[in-house]
Structure formats: C-alpha cells, structure tokens
C-alpha cells in the first residue's frame, strides 16, 4: 500500500488501484472533485465545433443490407467502405446481422458487470496480463500522462472461447454470444476491405486477421468537472480492426481534418475503426484514425469494443508487413514486418500519451 503521507503522484496513482474499485470508486464515494492524477491538459472538449464545419461533415454510415446476395450493392457498399476508410478511419454500420436484443443485452451485460458490489468485482481486479479476465482502471495507469475517467473489463474470446466459469456469472452468457456473432460480421467486414483494397475477397480472412476478438467493455462514470479529464486520451486502436458498440449516451469524437468530430448516435448500428495493424499492412492506404471518448457530467456511459487481432499469448510469431500486392516501384514498403504481439506490447508500455505507434515501425 501506499503511505498515507505520500503525496506524489506515484504515491497517488498507487492509493487509487490500491482501492481496486476504479473511477466508479470515486464516484460512489460521493467525491466533487477530479482528483489530479486524472487532469487531462490535452482537454479541450469544451470547445465546440462552429455549425458552419458542422454542415458538410457527414459521419459514413454504410448499410451492409444484402452485401451478400446483390452484387450491384456490394460494389456501392466497398466503394463507400473503402472511401471512408481512406478518409475517416471510421464508419457506422446498419443492417450487419447481430440481432437488436443480443445488442442490448451485451449492453446490459456490461453495465451488470459495474453494479455489482465492489467486493464482487475486486475479485477480478488484476494487471497480470496472463489472466483470462482483467477488470482494472486505465491499462496505462503507471505509464500514462494522465489517467482516463473509465474502468474496463478485457478478456481475450476469440479464436479459443474460454471456459465458461472464466467469466463473470453476470455476463458470461452474453460475452458468448455476442462474440460469436462479431466474429461473423468481422469476416464479412474484413472480406469487403479485401475487395476495397483491390485484393481477393477472403485475402485478410486468410492472414487470420479476423480469427481472433478482444473484447472489452468501458464504464465512463458521471464526472463532476468533465472540462478537467477525458474518459478516454487521443489514441489510435493498436488491432487489425475494431467493432464497437454503444449505449445510446455520445461521447466518442474522431479527428478528422484537424477537427474533433462528435460520433453521431444511432440506434441499431455499430461503430467500426481501421486500427494500426490494418494501416501497417494496408501501407498507408487506410488510416487508423485518432480517437477519444469526453467525460460528461449528466450520466455514466458503457461501450464495448471487440478488437480483433490474434492472441497475445500466439507463439506462432506470424509477421505482417505491408501486402506484397499493394507494393509498387511507386509505392515501397513504409513499414518493417512485426508480429502483433511485438506491436500491441509496445502499444501498451507506451500508453495513451498522444504519439502513434506506428511511427516506432516506419522504415
């Protein structure tokens, strides 16, 4: 434990995870102040874009409605993919198969998984990344400028499903269910970005980018002073690609064109991001676009997100550089090969500090 005299902010940061109760700790004890460890100075969610930048920034949402069966819809439906992809890094999707209720009983889940009494879930606090299931505040809290206003869950469902006693009893079930069907979509996802880069179909699929699925789920409790903290830092995601799924509360903004974009919320889509691996490989041709989560003062907010990439633990140490076929005499290799183990540890010693990973990997 730390001293209750040391006030430095080493000493801080120990005091809070030594409470194993996370943001939502804090909240429930009734505090009206942002303690210092969380003072954010990159900040600046008080301002608001003009309305007049607001007008023809239109967020892409793509409707996957018969991607499958009509090959006139599919072309629409890459074409738009592989636009918003180079552009935003980010799209919302409607019509992607995962049923309304299995949504919101993930949805749910998640927020079952925060309300339990702390003595519950101290059972599952932990930073031993070996464990099948890490509930903990802010994975970087040691390493980063600052720590984020959230808790999170992370558990690794993918390619192997873990032993059902693994998992919380409060949202075992759903975990299962709602990973089995983002595996589903991520093959369909990653089969359209295949044809957005001119490539076959299935060649994504084929490198195993979408075998394996982390998935996480984020509370942002209510702040009392949200103009002091962020719930989530400016990072792009360390995976091959990730699907994320809201509650109906905003908070997600993009940084498109200099400017922080609010996600617009819509009822039934999913949100997907290109993540750094997808950039690497692709060789710059689709962006990992910066993103962050404000904090607000009105009402808590759950997110999960599935980010998929292999295993940590993969010791089959596969390389991904950039695709042999999308390489030229015009358009070299901007990336070295690494394995996703080797690029997610570096992501993670470094934390959310405001830089790219990727600029470690640039030849």
Request: proline share 5%; charged share 25%; hydrophobic share 35%.
């Amino acid at each position: 434990m730390a001293s209750p005299n040391d006030n430095s902010r080493g000493g801080q940061l120990k005091a809070f995870d030594d409470t194993k109760t996370g943001v939502k700790g804090l909240v429930d004890s009734g505090i009206t102040q942002v303690p210092e460890i969380f003072f954010n100075p990159q900040n600046d969610s008080h301002k608001k874009l003009s309305s007049d930048n607001n007008l023809h920034l239109k967020f892409p949402i793509l409707d996957l409605k018969d991607v499958d069966e009509n090959s006139t819809r599919r072309k629409t439906i890459v074409e738009k993919v592989r636009e918003a992809s180079e552009t935003w890094g980010f799209f919302q999707v409607i019509n992607h198969g995962i049923p309304t209720p299995v949504m919101a009983e993930m949805i749910e889940g998640a927020r079952r998984f925060f309300a339990q009494d702390d003595e519950q879930k101290k059972k599952w606090y932990s930073r031993d990344v070996n464990k099948t299931v890490l509930y903990n505040s802010n994975f970087d809290l040691y390493s980063a400028p600052s720590a984020d206003w959230r808790d999170t869950v992370y558990c690794e469902m993918a390619p192997d499903l873990p032993n059902p006693n693994e998992l919380p009893l409060v949202c075992r079930d759903i975990m299962a269910e709602y990973t089995k069907q983002v595996l589903r979509l991520g093959t369909t996802l990653f089969q359209i970005l295949s044809e957005a880069l001119g490539l076959k179909a299935d060649h994504l699929v084929d490198m195993k980018c979408a075998e394996g699925v982390a998935l996480m789920m984020h509370y942002y409790p209510e702040c009392p002073q949200p103009e002091l903290t962020l719930g989530t830092s400016q990072h792009a995601d360390s995976d091959f690609l990730t699907v994320l799924l809201n509650d109906q509360v905003t908070g997600l903004q993009v940084l498109y064109q200099n400017q922080w974009v609010d996600v617009p919320s819509v009822p039934g889509a999913l949100v997907v991001n290109i993540g750094d691996l997808l950039q690497l490989v692709s060789n710059d041709r689709f962006i990992s676009a910066e993103h962050r989560v404000v904090a607000n003062s009105c009402s808590s907010r759950v997110s999960v997100a599935c980010f998929f990439r292999s295993r940590l633990s993969n010791t089959s140490g596969e390389l991904y550089g950039p695709i042999e076929e999308l390489l030229s005499e015009d358009n070299p290799p901007k990336y070295r090969a690494t394995t996703v183990k080797e690029y997610v540890t570096l992501f993670n010693s470094k934390g959310l500090d405001g830089t790219s990973a990727l600029l470690h990997f640039r030849v």
